[in-house]
């Protein structure tokens, strides 16, 4: 395997851009998808999975820190759901009867590890506190929103793109239970667990939490089963194109909180009801997977990573304001 086919998806497209804008480009770890590319004007910069450092350092700590990054959406106007970090099981369960629905989560977690939705007794809470503590001392215990899951990707302070992230699920035949059609599916070509492909692997652990006992049971020909909870694209979500769907106001706050930050590149991710109009901030993803903004499972692709690269390779390129 060469040292391109090493690096995941998402930078393998980041390099094949700079290469394709002439960029001198070189690949210091494949292993951790690590480049160093020069500007137009020779000076030299890291690129790490999509992150560069022409990003703001403290804009992307913030956006690793949910309550950190609720707090500056927060104090922008934009709306959030409302949340509390806990530390205790007793807190947890008092959210939960002042809100009747609720997700967990850890404080500082990325690709949906942790997270459990759509929590409505104190037996589920309870199995989810504790799977969300395996991953920090802090969680956060935040209302459940109605609504789609949908990421924002912002450039240079500019919305690019959107898709929306649905859950991973898996078609019935009548046949096969629900732990073998997931086995089934993630066998099939264009799946990794490596992010070497633009659609990672069902994780099984998360579907069995999801599923418990219904994982071994048989579905329906044809019926459609969604196996996690969490959308996330690691966890074996798609993610469909929806830049011709998100509103004025969605792409505004996305662009506000960007800028705000100081993030070269970043994925805002909302809760928005359509039927209703309203939407929610959720988080900020400092170092976006941008392979599915630019090959989504279904729709049509964007210029988002040429835009990025072009931003990148501009010695004066500034963050829109």
Sequence with gaps: MSEIEKLKVSTRVMYDELVKQQANVRILDASSSMLEFNDNSGVSHLLFSTSSDKSSSAGAMIARNKNRGKFIAHSLGIPVPDDLICTTFAEAAAFLKKHSQVVIKPLDNSGGTGITTH????????TAFAYATEFGEKVIVQQHVDGSDFRLLVVAGTFRSAVERRPASVVGDGISSLRALIEAENSRDGRSYDYSTNQGCIDMGSAERHLSS????VPANNSVTE????ANISLGGTA???????TKAMVRDAEKISRRLGLGICG???MWDKTTDN???IEVNATPGIDMHND???GTATDAIEHYVTWLLDPLGQMAI
């Design 119 to 126: 929590i409505t007794s104190l037996h589920s809470l309870r």
């Design 268 to 270: 805002v991710d909302m």
């Design 279 to 281: 939407y929610f901030f």
């Design 214 to 217: 219904k994982i071994e049971s």
């Design 240 to 246: 469909h194109e929806a830049t011709h769907l998100v």
């Design 227 to 230: 196996v996690v909870g969490p």
């Design 296 to 298: 989504p499972f279904w």
